[in-house]
């Protein structure tokens, strides 16, 4: 299958865009954003910032990944997120990009399912095959380790580990 982008989408020509990606109506792709191959963005989806996804990866409408995070310390430098293979990420999920507390990086592995409307805030940890359910919130500097399933409508406390 080749690549198809929307011509109701605005990918800036300075993003990298693997084999067969999808990219639907209303998608907003930055500069500094690469997508790998075979992942699929549903209409509404916006990368902005230094994001780099893996392959097979299936983002739903209303996607936010890359956004500066909600932190009042944050100067704007350049940080980034980096998301691993086989993700999906349903409707309305935000996933910001890190500060310069830790690495530099709001990491997400593979194999996750996170449900609508869940966040993950600047500097998270999240191994493989986590399942977060629908509202599940993530505050900052959180770590998560593989095969954690959190139910829905929680808040983790800032800088805790699961």
């Known amino acids: 299958m080749a690549t198809n982008i929307s011509p109701h989408a605005v990918v800036d020509?300075?993003?990298e865009i693997g084999e067969d990606v999808q990219?639907?109506?209303f998608c907003v792709i930055g500069p500094g954003v690469k997508i790998g191959r075979g992942t699929k963005l549903e209409n509404g989806v916006t990368l902005v910032g230094q994001v780099t996804l893996?392959?097979?990866?299936?983002?739903f409408p209303g996607v936010v990944v890359g956004a500066e995070p909600q932190d009042v310390s944050y100067r704007g430098s350049e940080t980034r997120v980096v998301i691993g293979d086989h993700n999906i990420f349903r409707e309305s999920v935000t996933i910001n990009r890190a500060t310069e507390k830790e690495d530099g990086v709001t990491r997400i592995g593979s194999y996750n399912f996170l449900m609508?409307?869940?966040?993950v805030a600047h500097d998270c940890k999240l191994g493989d095959h986590?399942?977060?359910a629908n509202a599940t919130l993530l505050g900052g500097h959180v770590h998560i380790?593989?095969?954690a399933t959190l139910s829905g409508g929680i808040g983790v406390h800032?800088?805790?580990?699961?």
Not at 54 to 59: F, I, K, M, S, Y
Not at 116 to 119: D, K, T
Not at 158 to 162: P, Q
């Open 13 to 15: 020509p300075k993003a």
């Open 23 to 25: 990219i639907g109506h």
């Open 54 to 59: 893996g392959e097979d990866n299936h983002l």
């Open 116 to 119: 609508a409307c869940s966040h």
């Open 130 to 132: 986590i399942i977060m």
């Open 145 to 147: 380790y593989d095969h």
């Open 158 to 162: 800032h800088f805790s580990t699961i």
